[in-house]
């Protein structure tokens, strides 16, 4: 069992309060309605303004002032602290570092970037790194046929250089629009993205973004790509004469990064180019304006684009106020700052849905699919701990404790005066070659008043067996919360001898 660990009696469990998942930071879920709201705030010279107070802001939504509840400054500090040590054959999907600032993700976007432009950009990167720069601690992905993690988060910019210089992307091919092919100097160029690439965009940068929100405060993702495979301005009809409006698809997109407290700063990854390519700029240009990032086109310095990006986002104000529309109505809610202050920029998120307890509808089978992926990024909005008991002799399976932290689950006290909550624990393994071999079962409980206040202060267990053959693997292990479709998900590495 995981250090501090007791007995494990049905639904229930008796158990000291030492040992579990540490307690994390306040996740604000729609249910408390505060919302929560990151400004950057930028003089004349584009340099951040700093000693504002609450009393400098008025903020409107939906054109009527609300009250600010909560109000502080962030900016860059000497480093990140992390999360205690835990032994060595434990894992835990709860984040590692804890910041003052943010978490800022790369994504290298190969999907939607023709293979010269992505060389040239992932060179780019990697010479920003090559100097050592200090960083709040950065996650590199790339969207290269599906979303990839190719570094969890870190300050270690050596390491993050070392997986770039090792990343080789697939050669995708994409359709290039008729003014491209016609001539080498023409200035209307785009190529266009297949509907397979609108696809898979979509879903990642869903995925993305509702991975991330498990992460408090804020988040900067820098987006190297030379456009998104969307036009917002249709141009022409379609064979059946309509024309196709994905407008949809990128508001949708953007809801989820508002939604997760994450801004984007799109890069243009070919540089400067003489093909002016604007629908796919002007898309990207909607996203980082609805969720308060900032563009970076017409430049062939791309490393100075990186390191912009990351300053511009790191230092910044947050303001919590709750609304006094209290309507769980589903409407989508304007939000308006202003800051009596000459040449003051502010850039924020544009708005967010007033969704009620339950959320946002989804598909969390296939979501929670995603997440068990063996190049997913870990999921955080179920926090948990994990052990993998191998076997002592033959015939044996390999057991996987998880320990569950009780606060991240949704519990239910129903007419029978017991705490209801259900939840899935799933273990896939991932050998060297072929597909997962998948354990997964539900664990429902119904707990009394005296065990249910002693699995909040300790853990809710779990565990599933997994018969695996001599040799090594990859395990992701993940647990959903069926009542809120939560959930969370981290790797591990096990060798059954």
Request: aromatic share 8%.
């Amino acid at each position: 069992m995981l250090p501090g660990a007791g007995a494990q009696t049905g639904n229930s469990q008796q158990s000291s309060t030492q040992g579990g998942p540490a307690q994390p930071q306040a996740v604000i879920r729609s249910s408390t309605r505060l919302v929560i709201l990151d400004v950057v705030a930028t003089d004349d010279k584009g340099q951040p303004i700093i000693g504002l107070k609450a009393e400098d802001f008025t903020t409107l939504e939906d054109g009527k002032p609300q009250r600010i509840s909560d109000f502080t400054f962030h900016r860059p500090a000497e480093g990140a602290t992390t999360a205690g040590q835990l032994p060595a054959d434990v894992v835990s999907n709860a984040p590692v570092y804890r910041t003052n600032s943010c978490l800022n993700v790369i994504l290298l976007d190969a999907m939607n970037t023709e293979f010269a432009s992505h060389v040239y950009a992932q060179d780019q990167l990697i010479k920003f790194l090559e100097g050592g720069p200090a960083i709040q601690p950065t996650a590199v992905f790339a969207l290269d046929g599906k979303l990839k993690m190719l570094h969890d988060f870190t300050t270690d910019t050596q390491a993050l250089k070392e997986v770039l210089a090792h990343f080789q992307p697939q050669v995708i091919e994409h359709v290039q629009g008729v003014e491209a092919a016609a001539s080498p100097f023409s200035r209307r160029g785009n190529y266009k993205a297949t509907p397979l690439a609108r696809e898979v965009t979509l879903k990642s940068m869903v995925y993305l973004a509702q991975a991330l929100a498990g992460y408090p405060g804020r988040k900067n993702l820098i987006w190297l790509s030379e456009g998104f495979p969307i036009n917002l301005f249709p141009e022409g009809a379609m064979n059946d004469g309509s024309v196709a409006d994905y407008s949809g698809i990128a508001g949708r997109i953007a809801d989820e990064f508002m939604a997760a407290q994450v801004a984007v700063y799109p890069i243009d990854a070919a540089g400067v180019s003489q093909n002016d390519r604007f629908p796919g700029r002007s898309t990207m240009e909607s996203v980082a304006d609805r969720t308060g990032g900032k563009t970076f086109f017409n430049r062939n310095d791309i490393d100075m684009g990186i390191r912009s990006s990351i300053d511009d986002g790191s230092t910044y104000y947050t303001l919590e106020y709750y609304p006094e529309n209290k309507t769980p109505d589903g409407k989508f809610r304007h939000i308006q700052l202003k800051l009596d202050r000459p040449g003051a920029k502010l850039r924020y998120r544009e708005g967010y849905y007033a969704l009620g307890p339950e959320g946002p509808s989804a598909d969390p089978a296939a979501d929670f699919s995603r997440a068990l992926d063996l190049n997913a990024p870990g999921s955080t909005a179920v926090l948990f701990q994990a052990r993998a008991v191998l076997p002592q002799q033959k015939g044996q399976q390999v057991l996987v404790q998880f320990h569950i932290d009780a606060h991240t689950l949704s519990f239910d006290r129903q007419s029978d005066d017991l705490e209801h909550a259900s939840v899935t624990c799933v273990v896939w393994a991932y050998p060297g070659k072929g597909n997962p071999i998948r354990s997964e079962g539900e664990s429902n409980a119904a707990l009394k008043a005296d065990v249910f206040k002693q699995v909040m202060q300790s853990y809710y267990p779990c565990q599933r067996s997994i018969d695996l053959k001599q040799g090594h693997y990859t395990l992701r292990l993940g647990v959903l919360d069926h009542t809120t479709n939560l959930m969370g998900s981290t790797s591990m590495q096990v060798t059954v001898p």
